[in-house]
């Protein structure tokens, strides 16, 4: 790598706008890591300064870890794509399809086809999360089921919105997923991770409970105002849980999530050993929804999530695990790059093509914030300026 001065820049040039509260970026290539940097507090107005080792609430990018973890035990047999998930989740044997009669009550009616695993990977099953979906709310509000970041069992008891198979639309899917890895594999979900993942890939400061040490180092989550100002808010997800959240319960750091992304850079291989087949690999990075494509995320809790969408105007896809970009990002990450996100304004991409990773952390709400998404595009863009 050249300089890596361009990329301090833009990162320093971010807070010093006041866009973010601070920022954690780090970019490695398949032989390991070659930018790091941290900048901004962990929280305002006087909060400790930013480190590499800072903390964050990873939120949704769990969902590649527990994906991750699933395809290896299909690799071991003791999961399968393609047969019903009821085999394995009997909770899921009669799934019901959310619909409301003339009076406003919902109405729900028995879905045509089974869920399977790749189903739940895919994000195809049907499940939505209320953020993104007013019907979804208006059903858990009159129903009294809870948010899922509750992490109390019955924040699963959702019905579908589609037929299994039938779109793509974003939700509980990988939570779901995750007690499939409990129900199979005879551990809990954060146990299963520290013995198959995170031990061989050396993420120490990755898990679902935090530590006295992680607390130390924890960056504070912060809300945007109406009017752009930037505070620090109380939140933190349950520390004694009903379940694991597989969709968005980890807490780690940028160096282990990067650790995590270079196997995917290095099919399969972690500096503690094999994690994944090259093949599971390879198959994980391809399009598993066919002619379907992700869509825009439109919101109907503005105070969680703006409209969200990645690129808008290309074709989005979605492997198992990662959205998968189908063109060109101008001076960036190329065709078939994998990517996602975490609801606190946490990125990443992994470019298989160009043996580059890239990750992002900041914590702040609501997601898709336009000025953490500006830092992330520049960011990305002077990474592959100083690859060139």
């Not at 003791?78 to 019903?84: E, F, V």
Request: proline share 5%; hydrophobic share 45%.
């Amino acid at each position: 790598m050249r300089s890596t001065t361009g990329i301090d820049r833009v990162l320093e040039a971010a807070i010093g706008r006041g866009d973010v509260p601070g920022v954690v970026a780090m970019a490695a290539t398949s032989d390991g890591a070659v930018y790091q940097g941290a900048f901004g507090r962990r929280a305002l107005p006087d909060g400790a300064a930013m480190t590499a080792g800072s903390v964050f609430w990873i939120a949704s990018m769990t969902k590649a870890v527990t994906s991750t973890a699933a395809m290896q035990l299909v690799e071991q047999g003791k999961l399968s794509l393609d047969r019903p998930i009821a085999d394995i989740l009997p909770e899921l044997a009669a799934p019901q399809v959310e619909g409301f009669d003339s009076a406003g009550e919902p109405k729900l009616r028995p879905a045509r086809q089974p869920i399977t695993l790749r189903h739940l990977i895919t994000h195809t099953a049907g499940f939505v999360y209320d953020i993104w979906n007013a019907d979804m709310g208006r059903y858990m509000e009159k129903t009294g089921v809870p948010g899922i970041i509750s992490c109390q069992n019955a924040a699963l008891a959702l019905p579908l919105v589609f037929e299994p198979g039938e779109k793509w639309d974003y939700g509980i899917n990988i939570d779901w997923a995750g007690l499939a890895v409990e129900r199979v594999s005879g551990q809990r979900l954060g146990a299963y991770f520290a013995e198959h993942l995170f031990g061989p890939i050396g993420m120490k400061d990755t898990a679902f409970k935090l530590t006295a040490d992680h607390r130390a180092r924890l960056a504070r989550m912060h809300a945007r105002g109406a009017d752009g100002t930037l505070a620090p808010i109380e939140f933190e997800i349950p520390q004694e849980p009903e379940f694991e959240m597989g969709g968005g319960g980890l807490y780690g750091t940028a160096a282990d999530y990067l650790a995590f992304q270079r196997v995917f850079l290095n099919q399969g291989r972690a500096d503690g050993g094999r994690v994944l087949k090259p093949e599971t690999v390879a198959l994980m990075a391809q399009n598993a929804i066919g002619d379907l494509n992700v869509r825009l995320l439109q919101t109907a809790v503005p105070g969680s999530s703006n409209d969200a969408e990645f690129f808008p105007g290309t074709v989005k896809r979605w492997g198992l695990g990662f959205m998968i970009s189908t063109e060109q990002v101008p001076g960036g990450r190329s065709a078939g790059a994998l990517a996602w996100a975490g609801l606190g304004n946490t990125y990443f991409w992994i470019d298989p093509a160009a043996g580059v990773a890239g990750v992002t952390l900041m914590q702040l709400l609501p997601f898709a914030d336009a000025k953490a998404l500006a830092l992330l595009g520049a960011f990305e863009r002077a990474v592959y300026a100083a690859l060139a």
